[in-house]
């Protein structure tokens, strides 16, 4: 069949000019929400201020790529599906894949110390072997002098590259820490070349890129003249600024390239038709790996890997200079959608989700609150079940584990996270999907998913039901089930899931008011649509959107109300308060904003009051202009939390940014102080003595 072509216009910043590289145009019904999709892409580039962006999917012989904005604010270049966008990250995948081609061809030993392939890096105190380079279990450190590393105008080969980090000692023992690391792909693409005898661009143009018809990923060279580059921004406040000059060579292959999202998708529909690698190198490339104490790093070889919604997905985000992009694919649906936008440190995933959501008209994942307490953990069990249970049967058809292995599973859900004591229920259930703690989620929800499939139910509807049509299902099934063949839960938990199922199957329709509404209009609403139930939608991220364009625009009441709102219908919601606390800070209300990020706390100490997660919002603040802002959050989270380094560290980058010497040097101290060997450390002690500090005090 011929390729089509389509065009079209998104309002005045979202000119959009989409071209798509089909066998088949997609079916009328599919078009109009396309076009509605328009619409909303518009919307969230006026609130984010994204001058250009390119997304698109392809699923079977459907493919469809639009450009909306600018490639080029000062000339007025349109962004279309041929834009080159930095990819970032997402040359990782690629690497990955290239690796393996070489394992199929016995090039390289998966489990041979990296020195095999590259003689001149230096030998650790441990060996690091390939497979562990690969799921960033190898004790390489990332970045250690950001204000340098991340930084380099000129440009550098293989050999320099490598340079940069050669001398770092481990951060651990190989295979007992994750640890994201580009310097660890670096090393990979090393490899190649040592293994192949090729530059590691002219093994990928040979090997991976022109066999998958990738005809525009290149190596992103500042002097070549590449058809198409777009410009990068970056947001100081609400203006736009023209993104810092880095040169991205010393990342080779671990975020050096430059392609189009029209590539990317090839890129995924090759990994799906095992064009150039097998299917065994495929499913090896897509398990997630594990440390050596049984922890999932929800990475396999180049893929992020977690259920999504109950599904079955790989994906992987870039971010860098210049650029974002995201690669998201769902091998068992071949659906591929991919994301490049120019502004830097937006987030690209509402784009994913949106699209997602548009091509399959299914929810990209049910957010479900759950009222009542005492049924929480019951909800947290139901939806570990389904995530894995659910996940793995789109995944293969094949069971997980045997009969007795699956009601050994269930034995153990029953009896430790459903136990009385709450503690060590919390514990089970956190480990209750990694191997550490037996991977009894996937075992006894495997086993539900093949046994719903059996009786007749088609799986797909649970992207509406969620966890709890899952769980009250197979609770339903097995209730019915001559002469005790299926494993049972005990009876509490299945007659809370009931309950909760009953409550949900009331709510689950209410939807966020598409049209902007009124918050007093929304707190009515709301308030009366949820009275009284158990299960209802979680609308915090809408809220928390709410807010968030609310306090950008200086309406402090407006956020505060939004927040406000949030708790009220939301009261057992740690991201809900943690909410409140944020905009409170922002309105300079401090006192106010750590009793609230204490009561999230206690809600959750691992969630949106976290050190990682205030420390993601500072930055995300700081990405948008907003730095004081960014170093308040900051300030709270040492405060919450003064025992963590890396909060430190971060403080002390914001005080550098600001100029505050002084200050940063101290912060720079404490953060040596509490853990003189977490991982900015060495970086801490370069910036304390270009900083105009001393050290030697603070060697290990």
Same mark, same amino acid.
């Given at each position: 069949?011929?390729?089509?072509?389509?065009?079209?216009?998104?309002?005045?910043?979202?000119?959009?000019?989409?071209?798509?590289?089909?066998?088949?145009?997609?079916?009328?019904?599919?078009?109009?929400?396309?076009?509605?999709?328009?619409?909303?892409?518009?919307?969230?580039?006026?609130?984010?201020?994204?001058?250009?962006?390119?997304?698109?999917?392809?699923?079977?012989?459907?493919?469809?790529?639009?450009?909306?904005?600018?490639?080029?604010?000062?000339?007025?270049?349109?962004?279309?599906?041929?834009?080159?966008?930095?990819?970032?990250?997402?040359?990782?995948?690629?690497?990955?894949?290239?690796?393996?081609?070489?394992?199929?061809?016995?090039?390289?030993?998966?489990?041979?110390?990296?020195?095999?392939?590259?003689?001149?890096?230096?030998?650790?105190?441990?060996?690091?072997?390939?497979?562990?380079?690969?799921?960033?279990?190898?004790?390489?450190?990332?970045?250690?002098?950001?204000?340098?590393?991340?930084?380099?105008?000129?440009?550098?080969?293989?050999?320099?590259?490598?340079?940069?980090?050669?001398?770092?000692?481990?951060?651990?023992?190989?295979? =007992?820490?994750?640890?994201?690391?580009?310097?660890g792909y670096n090393l990979l693409g090393a490899v190649i070349e040592g293994a192949s005898g090729e530059s590691y661009g002219g093994y990928m143009r040979r090997h991976v890129w022109g066999p998958l018809g990738m005809d525009a990923t290149v190596m992103d060279e500042p002097d070549a003249v590449i058809a198409h580059r777009v410009r990068g921004y970056r947001l100081a406040g609400q203006e736009w600024k023209n993104s810092e000059f880095v040169d991205i060579s010393s990342r080779f292959s671990a975020g050096g390239t430059r392609s189009s999202v029209s590539d990317m998708l090839a890129f995924g529909r090759g990994?799906?038709?095992?064009?150039?690698?097998?299917?065994?190198?495929?499913?090896?490339?897509?398990?997630?790996?594990?440390?050596?104490?049984?922890? !999932?790093?929800?990475?396999?070889?180049?893929?992020?890997?977690?259920?999504?919604?109950?599904?079955?997905?790989?994906?992987?985000?870039?971010?860098?200079?210049?650029?974002?992009?995201?690669?998201?694919?769902?091998?068992?649906?071949?659906?591929?959608?991919?994301?490049?936008?120019?502004?830097?440190?937006?987030?690209?995933?509402?784009?994913?989700?949106?699209?997602?959501?548009?091509?399959?008209?299914?929810?990209?994942? !049910?957010?479900?609150?759950?009222?009542?307490?005492?049924?929480?953990?019951?909800?947290?069990?139901?939806?570990?079940?389904?995530?894995?249970?659910?996940?793995?049967?789109?995944?293969?058809?094949?069971?997980?584990?045997?009969?007795?292995?699956?009601?050994?599973?269930?034995?153990?859900?029953?009896?430790?996270?459903?136990?009385?004591?709450?503690?060590?229920?919390?514990?089970?259930?956190?480990?209750?999907?990694?191997?550490?703690?037996?991977?009894?989620?996937?075992?006894?929800?495997?086993?539900?998913?093949?046994?719903?499939?059996?009786?007749?139910?088609?799986?797909?509807?649970?992207?509406?039901?969620?966890?709890?049509?899952?769980?009250?299902?197979?609770? !339903?099934?097995?209730?019915?089930?001559?002469?005790?063949?299926?494993?049972?839960?005990?009876?509490?938990?299945?007659?809370?899931?009931?309950?909760?199922?009953?409550?949900?199957?009331?709510?689950?329709?209410?939807?966020?008011?598409?049209?902007?509404?009124?918050?007093?209009?929304?707190?009515?609403?709301?308030?009366?649509?949820?009275?009284?139930?158990?299960?209802?939608?979680?609308?915090?991220?809408?809220?928390?959107?709410?807010?968030?364009?609310?306090?950008?625009?200086?309406?402090?009441?407006?956020?505060?109300?939004?927040?406000?709102?949030?708790?009220?219908?939301?009261?057992?919601?740690?991201?809900?308060?943690?909410?409140?606390?944020? =905009?409170?800070?922002?309105?300079?209300?401090?006192?106010?904003?750590?009793?609230?990020?204490?009561?999230?706390?206690?809600?959750?100490?691992?969630?949106?009051?976290?050190?990682?997660?205030?420390?993601?919002?500072?930055?995300?603040?700081?990405?948008?202009?907003?730095?004081?802002?960014?170093?308040?959050?900051?300030?709270?989270?040492?405060?919450?939390?003064?025992?963590?380094?890396?909060?430190?560290?971060?403080?002390?980058?914001?005080?550098?940014?600001?100029?505050?010497?002084?200050?940063?040097?101290?912060?720079?101290?404490?953060?040596?102080?509490?853990?003189?060997?977490?991982?900015?450390?060495?970086?801490?002690?370069?910036?304390?003595?270009?900083?105009?500090?001393?050290?030697?005090?603070?060697?290990?």
């Amino acid at each position: 069949m011929q390729s089509s072509k389509y065009y079209g216009f998104a309002g005045a910043l979202a000119l959009l000019c989409g071209v798509a590289q089909a066998a088949s145009a997609p079916s009328a019904v599919l078009t109009a929400r396309l076009a509605d999709f328009d619409g909303w892409v518009a919307q969230r580039m006026g609130a984010q201020r994204i001058p250009g962006v390119t997304v698109g999917f392809s699923q079977g012989e459907v493919e469809w790529v639009k450009g909306y904005g600018y490639a080029d604010l000062e000339n007025r270049v349109p962004a279309t599906a041929r834009s080159s966008y930095r990819l970032a990250s997402v040359t990782k995948p690629m690497t990955a894949l290239a690796i393996l081609q070489l394992v199929e061809q016995g090039k390289i030993d998966l489990d041979a110390p990296v020195q095999t392939y590259v003689p001149y890096f230096p030998l650790k105190a441990f060996p690091v072997t390939v497979r562990q380079l690969l799921g960033h279990l190898g004790g390489i450190d990332a970045y250690r002098d950001s204000k340098a590393e991340q930084h380099f105008k000129e440009h550098k080969d293989t050999r320099q590259s490598i340079a940069v980090f050669e001398q770092f000692d481990l951060i651990a023992e190989p295979g =007992t820490r994750f640890r994201y690391t580009s310097y660890g792909y670096n090393l990979l693409g090393a490899v190649i070349e040592g293994a192949s005898g090729e530059s590691y661009g002219g093994y990928m143009r040979r090997h991976v890129w022109g066999p998958l018809g990738m005809d525009a990923t290149v190596m992103d060279e500042p002097d070549a003249v590449i058809a198409h580059r777009v410009r990068g921004y970056r947001l100081a406040g609400q203006e736009w600024k023209n993104s810092e000059f880095v040169d991205i060579s010393s990342r080779f292959s671990a975020g050096g390239t430059r392609s189009s999202v029209s590539d990317m998708l090839a890129f995924g529909r090759g990994i799906h038709a095992g064009k150039i690698l097998s299917a065994a190198s495929v499913a090896a490339m897509v398990q997630p790996m594990a440390t050596r104490a049984g922890r !999932l790093t929800n990475y396999g070889m180049g893929w992020e890997v977690f259920p999504t919604g109950g599904r079955y997905a790989i994906a992987h985000s870039g971010q860098q200079p210049e650029t974002v992009t995201y690669l998201y694919s769902f091998p068992s649906r071949k659906l591929t959608i991919a994301v490049a936008a120019n502004l830097e440190r937006v987030n690209p995933e509402a784009f994913v989700q949106r699209l997602f959501e548009v091509v399959t008209g299914e929810p990209w994942q !049910l957010k479900t609150y759950i009222a009542d307490a005492g049924a929480q953990r019951a909800y947290q069990v139901a939806q570990g079940l389904f995530e894995e249970g659910r996940a793995h049967a789109e995944r293969t058809p094949q069971a997980y584990a045997d009969a007795a292995a699956t009601r050994i599973a269930f034995t153990q859900i029953n009896r430790q996270a459903l136990a009385p004591e709450a503690g060590a229920a919390r514990a089970f259930i956190d480990a209750a999907r990694h191997p550490a703690g037996g991977s009894v989620f996937l075992a006894a929800g495997a086993s539900m998913a093949i046994q719903l499939r059996q009786s007749g139910v088609d799986l797909d509807t649970y992207s509406r039901g969620g966890a709890l049509a899952f769980a009250r299902d197979y609770i !339903l099934l097995s209730q019915g089930a001559a002469g005790a063949t299926l494993p049972r839960f005990e009876p509490a938990f299945e007659q809370a899931i009931v309950a909760l199922a009953a409550s949900w199957d009331r709510t689950a329709a209410i939807a966020w008011p598409a049209a902007s509404a009124s918050l007093p209009a929304l707190d009515s609403q709301l308030r009366a649509a949820f009275r009284g139930q158990r299960a209802y939608p979680d609308f915090v991220p809408e809220l928390q959107e709410l807010a968030q364009a609310s306090a950008a625009r200086g309406e402090a009441e407006s956020a505060l109300a939004a927040s406000s709102l949030a708790v009220a219908l939301y009261p057992l919601s740690d991201r809900a308060h943690a909410l409140q606390g944020l =905009t409170l800070l922002r309105a300079g209300k401090t006192e106010s904003a750590l009793a609230a990020l204490r009561l999230a706390l206690s809600r959750d100490p691992l969630g949106a009051a976290s050190p990682a997660a205030l420390n993601l919002e500072a930055y995300r603040l700081k990405g948008s202009g907003a730095v004081a802002q960014g170093m308040a959050v900051l300030q709270a989270a040492v405060s919450l939390h003064p025992r963590d380094a890396n909060l430190q560290d971060s403080l002390a980058e914001f005080y550098v940014e600001q100029g505050l010497r002084p200050q940063a040097v101290a912060a720079y101290r404490q953060a040596l102080q509490l853990d003189p060997r977490y991982p900015g450390a060495v970086g801490a002690k370069a910036a304390i003595l270009r900083l105009g500090g001393e050290t030697k005090a603070l060697a290990p």
